[in-house]
Each structure stands twice: as C-alpha cells, then as structure tokens.
C-alpha cells in the first residue's frame, strides 16, 4: 500500500495518482468503487465493490504486472473494457507503473484496434474473457497480427486462452511489491497520461493528454455538477475517451466520494444503483435523460449530467421541469466539451462567444475553455483542456493550432446567435458519422459494406436520439448474419440484420 506516502501536489501540479492517494489517506475503508450489480449478466465474475485501500492494493499490483512483464515507462498500454472496476484499476495502474493508458472503445473490432494502436506503437492490451456474447480475448489476440509493437495481452475473466496473461489475482493477491510511480524531470501533471483516438475524413488521430489536462477537464464538470466532497456518483459513461474519462473518473478523483458504475442501460440496474445513492451526481446519454426521469428513477437531490455527443441537436432538446438540476455537456470529439447548467427555461443554454465560465467558478480563475468561430464557419475551442502540445517523443501535435492564437478547430459547423454573443452548432464534422458516440467515416462504411458483400449498400440515416443509424442491404443476408462479430463491428453486422428480419419471418 502506498496510500501513507507524505503528502502530494493539489491542484493543476497533481497528477491522477496524487489525487487518488488524496482521497484514500482521507478515507481508506471507504467504499470508492463499486460495479454494476447485473454485471455477471455481461461480465465474468460477481459485481467488486472497493474500498480505496482495496482499490490502492489492486491498482500497485496492476502496476507491478506491467512492469514485471518488462514494460517500460511512457510505453503505451491499451485498454479495452467495459464500464467496470477493472477499467477504473486498470487505467490508474498503468500511470502508477509510469507509463500512457489508450482506452478504446468497446465495440471497436480487429480492424479500428490495428488501426489505432498502430500509429501510437502500443506495448500491451489490456482486455476482458468476455462483454455479453463476445469474446473480447479473442479480439485482442486477433489484433496483434497486424501490431507487431504488441509483446503482452493480459485479460481479467475466467479461464484465459494460452498466452494471455490472467490479471484477476490482482485483487486477491498479496504478493506484489508495491510500485511507486517512476520520476521523470519536470512537473509531473506535465507528463503525457492518455492518448483516446480521434477521427477525421483521413482516419484515427491520435490525441495525447497530460494530467493536467485530464485534471482540467474534470474540474469543469465537478465545478458546473456543484459536487461536494466525498459525495457519490453514478456513471454510464465508459472511460473510453476523453469525455468518457472528464465525466467519470476526474469527478471521482476530485471529490473522493464512492462511483458507481452502470454498463449499458439495464432499468433495473440503474434503479438500484441510483436509489443507494439518492444524491449522487447521474452521468447518462442527454438522449436518455427524458425516459430516465420519466420512469421516475431520478430524485430531486440528484444532480443529471447529460452528455450530448451530437451538439447539434441542442435545438430539439426537451424542456427540463424536474426537480433535479440537470447540466448539458456538448462534446466535441476529442478536442474538448463546453458544461452549462440549464436555467429557469429548462432549455440547454446557448453556447457563449468567447470565454465559457462555470457557474461555481471562483474569481480571478482564468476560462476552462473559450470559443470562437472560425473563418471557415466552424467551432474552435482553446482552454486548459484542449490538447495543443506535441505529443511523446516530440512527435506532431494530435491537433493543429490553425488560428495562430491557441484555438484549434473542431470541425463542427456553427452560426452567431441573433444576439451576437452566442454560437449555434448546426452539423458534425464533414466525412464522419456518429451512431450513439461511436464514429465511423464514409469511405470506412463503404469499405467494409464491400467486404462484407461486394453487393451489399450500407447508409447512414439521420437518428434524433444516436445522431445516425445503419442500414445495409443485400442479396446474401445468411452469409452476412453468419460472420464473426469478433472481427466485423456489430454495428455493421446489425445494420443488415435488422434489414433481413423481416424476410426470416
């Protein structure tokens, strides 16, 4: 355990494991993590719940794995996972062994993993036996024969295939020395933490993030959300990028309270989850928030924190008129996100021109963020969050600074408000399609709908809750309900099963 060490940086000089260690010291038998209680419905294992210092001993045994398989510091570790403890260990053990955690989305398959991990030279994947019905070991063993940088897969789950490394004793196993985090020069918080994974019309864009970038994201939705210390939250929001990781894991960290974790939308579930915690921060899909709360699991002390992956639906939103206080988070890939509060009106508020100060923000702190519209009609953003330096070893920046003044472009398309202090998100980036947060390219749909069946179409077509749905169609649909979903994206394969349902019928 390590939780006793003397005392760390706070603030924007305090990495991740600073503040973790924080929020041990305070409380050690705590309960700080505590999983979905339908998780063996799609996880092996029974639901974990963590104290911090059950949590902190996993988390050094985590670390000391990796550097027992000869991983060295800075080398990228993926992390492909569902919204549960393990993720959360996971992601804090690979910055304690001293190296950059790349979360992954868990519906990406062989193709978008080779793809990613390849541009960042990733050392290990870190996965699960299975999520549902898929076998999320196989996928990452399929993934390395394209990723020759790939030395370790290492799993959690019951029974790992031969030549995977089995991570579950971490939490049962005293065995492991504890690993402090290596020292480089600088300040710490400086130090590159993650790279997510962006996407352009070219492909995956690789965005590197240090801590206090992370650090900074976090503390706008714990500002705006008004969470106080050692109060709970509630998170359906893997920490797959950097939203995922802003919304779930930084307002654990920064508060110190427990965080429950909620993996897809189980009612029941979630109805459990959220009457432990009566008032608890909320995290969910802004298109989910109107059904939630008029199934009645919301309570009035519960703060909702509604993540819109399409921005530009904000003109169609609902009016708010339940008791709890709802904030609007519109995400802008993996550049950044702006947190408002709703007002009186109960509608989302309008995007400010320019500086965008949280409403608990002190005086004399500088924007988490400000907004300008660039000559091109799109979204630039600039701000403690937003990536602009190179990433490791002095490599390009993830995002160019293309206004010369630290705003970087966003691609989304945006007016003025009539009043001339405001900004409009009118559409997403051009060449890109988003279902339900997960992004695809058009040429990327057209490749695979030829690969799938070089007679096959697949579309995308608008969606008021997803932003886009897919639907394929062709002349084989045996064939194509047949493939290995461990290879092909189920979404893919989903778009043309639903096409061919009626048919079987």
Request: hydrophobic share 45%; glycine share 10%.
């Amino acid at each position: 355990m390590i939780l006793g060490e003397s005392t760390r940086p706070t603030g924007s000089a305090a990495t991740l494991d600073d503040l973790f260690r924080r929020a041990g010291v305070r409380h050690p038998d705590a309960l700080a993590l505590a999983d979905p209680p339908n998780r063996d419905s799609f996880a092996d294992g029974a639901p974990r719940a963590l104290s911090f210092a059950q949590a902190d001993r996993a988390i050094s045994a985590f670390a000391a794995r990796l550097r027992g398989l000869g991983l060295q510091t800075d080398n990228v570790v993926a992390l492909h996972l569902p919204n549960t403890v393990e993720s959360i260990i996971a992601f804090l053990g690979v910055l304690r062994a001293g190296m950059i955690a790349a979360p992954m989305p868990l519906l990406w398959r062989q193709r978008e993993i080779s793809a990613a991990l390849g541009q960042v030279g990733a050392k290990a994947i870190v996965t699960c036996s299975r999520v549902g019905t898929s076998d999320h070991a196989k996928i990452a063993m399929q993934s390395t024969f394209e990723l020759f940088s790939i030395r370790h897969v290492c799993s959690f789950g019951h029974d790992p295939p031969d030549g995977i490394v089995p991570l579950d004793n971490i939490f049962v196993s005293d065995a492991f020395d504890a690993v402090a985090t290596p020292s480089r020069p600088g300040v710490p918080a400086a130090h590159v933490a993650a790279v997510t994974f962006d996407l352009d019309a070219s492909g995956f864009v690789p965005v590197w993030r240090s801590h206090a970038t992370l650090v900074a994201g976090g503390l706008e939705i714990f500002l705006e959300a008004g969470a106080a210390t050692d109060a709970p939250s509630l998170s359906t929001i893997p920490i797959t990028s950097f939203v995922g990781i802003a919304l779930t894991l930084m307002p654990w960290l920064l508060s110190g309270g427990p965080c429950h974790l909620h993996h897809g939308f189980d009612r029941d579930a979630l109805a459990a989850q959220s009457s432990q915690a009566p008032d608890c921060t909320i995290v969910l899909p802004a298109t989910t928030v109107p059904a939630v709360s008029d199934a009645g699991l919301l309570g009035p002390k519960q703060t909702v924190v509604a993540l819109w992956r399409a921005p530009e639906r904000f003109p169609v939103a609902n009016t708010w008129t339940a008791a709890s206080p709802l904030v609007d988070v519109a995400n802008f890939g993996e550049i950044g996100f702006i947190a408002v509060r709703r007002g009186e009106s109960g509608l989302p508020a309008p995007i400010p021109l320019g500086a965008v100060n949280s409403s608990s923000r002190g005086d004399g702190l500088p924007p988490a963020i400000e907004t300008t519209r660039t000559n091109a009609g799109t979204l630039a953003l600039r701000g403690g969050m937003v990536p602009v330096r190179p990433g490791v070893s002095e490599g390009q920046p993830a995002h160019s600074d293309l206004t010369g003044v630290g705003y970087v472009d966003t691609g989304f398309a945006c007016r003025p408000g009539r009043d001339g202090q405001t900004l409009i998100i009118t559409a997403p980036p051009p060449g890109t399609i988003s279902v339900g947060g997960y992004c695809f390219r058009q040429s990327q749909i057209d490749a695979l709908a030829a690969q799938v069946d070089p007679a096959a179409t697949l579309v995308a077509l608008p969606d008021g809750d997803l932003g886009h749905r897919l639907a394929g169609n062709s002349l084989n649909l045996p064939a194509l309900q047949a493939l290995d979903g461990s290879v092909f994206n189920p979404l893919i394969l989903r778009a043309f099963q639903r096409r061919g349902a009626p048919e079987a019928a």
